[in-house]
């Protein structure tokens, strides 16, 4: 069954850390593009960050720029997201996703398999 879950979502104060990982299931997620995409209550879909087939090819929102990190670990099939220095508009549904190629981006619409999300909630 192909498969991405999303994990490590949960309740941070402000300035605390997290770290979200993206688990394939059924494919091999390093022949894919990857990004994370955040929805917050009544706000739109969101592209926070993007990373390439080729690892050292990643693409970041302006608002998540110099606190969050993309990675991918190729051994255990997953991208993980490591978010520092949350705040609270940083709440929201966090999923991730796939793109066919190499090319990063952070329009939703150029990815085809998602995940089902993972709640991140930052408040004090």
């Known amino acids: 069954q192909v498969q991405l879950v999303e994990s490590g979502g949960g309740e941070v104060q402000p300035g605390g850390s997290l770290r979200l990982s993206c688990t394939a299931s059924?494919?091999?997620?390093?022949?894919?593009?990857v990004g994370w995409f955040r929805q917050g209550p009544g706000k739109e879909r969101e592209g926070v960050s993007c990373i390439s087939t080729i690892d050292a090819i990643t693409r970041y929102a302006d608002s998540v720029k110099g606190r969050f990190t993309i990675s991918r670990d190729r051994a255990k099939n997953t991208v993980y997201l490591q978010m520092n220095s949350l705040k609270p508009e940083d709440t929201a549904v966090y999923y991730c996703a796939t793109r066919g190629g190499w090319r990063t981006s952070l329009v939703a619409a150029d990815f085809g398999s998602w995940g089902q999300g993972t709640q991140v909630t930052v408040s004090s």
């Open positions: 059924g494919f091999t997620l390093e022949n894919y593009a």
